[in-house]
């Protein structure tokens, strides 16, 4: 059967530490020594204490507790990363604004002095009326235009996310698989 830690005997038991310790060393449960660590087989833990959960004994033998905090270093490593990157492309993106803003601004100082000589020209108000029908047809082409890049934008950045989540998932898978094989060989 499945062997477990104290700590994960004690979840499993519901009994305190020191009361698993105190059964090991009286010599009511029975264990063994393997790498400088006490490992109890649950059917030890059955027999002194009753019904446990084979499967999360399971789970508990094939991660050790040390390889579980450097999986969550290995986390916490590559959140840090993901958060600068976010930071990165967040500043990238308020600088893309300003540039549109600044162009917006240009376009708007043009615009502005071609109305003018078109008022000033010798050109009928049909003329006029006309210019002034492409240009409100041009401001919502590129008002659709901007919304849709900005869609663009969102769903970009929605991808990225989900493509890191995933290369983390798939790196964890990695390391572990990594680490297992390293630990075989």
């Known amino acids: 059967m499945a062997k477990v830690g104290v700590q994960r005997a004690t979840e499993l038991t519901g009994k305190s530490k020191s009361t698993i310790q105190r059964a090991m060393k009286s010599g009511k449960i029975s264990y063994d020594v393997e790498n400088n660590r006490k490992l109890i087989d649950v059917s030890e833990l059955e027999r002194v204490y009753g019904t446990v959960s084979v499967n999360d004994a399971a789970n508990e033998n094939a991660t050790p507790s040390y390889e579980l905090e450097l999986q969550k270093a290995k986390h916490a490593l590559e959140i840090d990363r993901l958060e600068l990157k976010i930071k990165m492309l967040e500043d990238q993106l308020d600088n893309a604004n300003a540039q549109i803003d600044d162009l917006k601004s240009q376009r708007d100082g043009w ?7 078109l008022l000033t020209s010798e050109h009928s108000q049909k003329q006029y009326d006309e210019r002034i029908a492409e240009y409100q047809h041009r401001e919502k082409a590129r008002a659709e235009a ?40």
Request: glycine share 0%.
């Open 146 to 185: 901007q919304a849709k890049r900005q869609q663009d934008i969102q769903r970009q950045r929605a991808m990225a996310s989900q493509k890191q989540v995933r290369a983390k998932q798939n790196n964890s898978l990695f390391n572990a698989l990594f680490t297992k094989s390293k630990k075989a060989s």
């Open 111 to 117: 615009q502005k002095q071609a109305q003018q000589v």
